[in-house]
């Protein structure tokens, strides 16, 4: 099982080396750290690059959703968002893309500079998984965009009904004889020197996909 705990009380992503109790073997032990206004997340993995954002689902935008999605996203994420009539949902999808993608490119290393939006898709398939394709206009490009890869496992997270959270953590046991492992995701609300708190499984946290 891929284990990750995220903290949300949260820079690009770190790694931190810590010997284990029962053996001389280092393991890298990987963070990364996302903010809003009022909430800080910061998630942890053992021996996997990690990525994390979190955003406030009613974010206030001073342009319209389908124009940012034309300036930062693919061409098919704009079509389909244009195809959601309610502009409340249409927000809603579009944070969640935003998310997603933010969560991806950290935990690639890069950040949005080196990894722009527009080069890559990510779909919310029916079957709760999440998929990676390459945009189009890379194969064309002078960035072959070689850095994007689909090994990763996502969770995407409702937190306390007012925050889209998205994990992103690389995996690769994809393509092996036992298939893809599960992620092992825990949530803890921890307030600095009062509280630690695992709200995993509980009316706080609803997963997504």
Request: aromatic letters at 8%; charged letters at 25%; one cysteine or more.
């Amino acid at each position: 099982m891929l284990c990750c705990r995220v903290h949300c009380c949260a820079l690009p992503s770190q790694d931190i080396l810590w010997r284990s109790d029962d053996s001389n073997m280092e393991w890298p032990l990987h963070f990364n750290i996302s903010h809003t206004s009022s909430l800080i997340a910061c998630g942890i993995a053992m021996d996997a690059p990690i990525g994390i954002d979190v955003e406030e689902k009613k974010r206030k935008t001073t342009k319209s959703i389908l124009s940012l999605a034309r300036r930062y996203f693919t061409t098919s994420e704009v079509d389909s968002l244009a195809k959601i009539a309610d502009s409340d949902a249409q927000q809603k999808e579009f944070i969640k893309l935003w998310t997603l993608k933010e969560a991806y490119v950290k935990a690639l290393g890069r950040g949005f500079s080196g990894a722009p939006f527009n080069r890559f898709s990510i779909q919310l398939k029916t079957n709760s998984r999440i998929q990676i394709t390459k945009a189009p206009k890379v194969c064309n490009d002078s960035d072959s965009g070689d850095y994007l890869s689909e090994n990763w496992r996502f969770a995407l997270t409702e937190l306390n009904s007012s925050y889209y959270m998205a994990v992103c953590i690389e995996d690769n046991s994809r393509g092996s004889e036992n298939g893809s492992v599960p992620l092992g995701l825990k949530v803890w609300k921890t307030v600095p020197f009062i509280e630690d708190t695992l709200v995993s499984g509980t009316d706080a946290v609803k997963l997504i996909t």
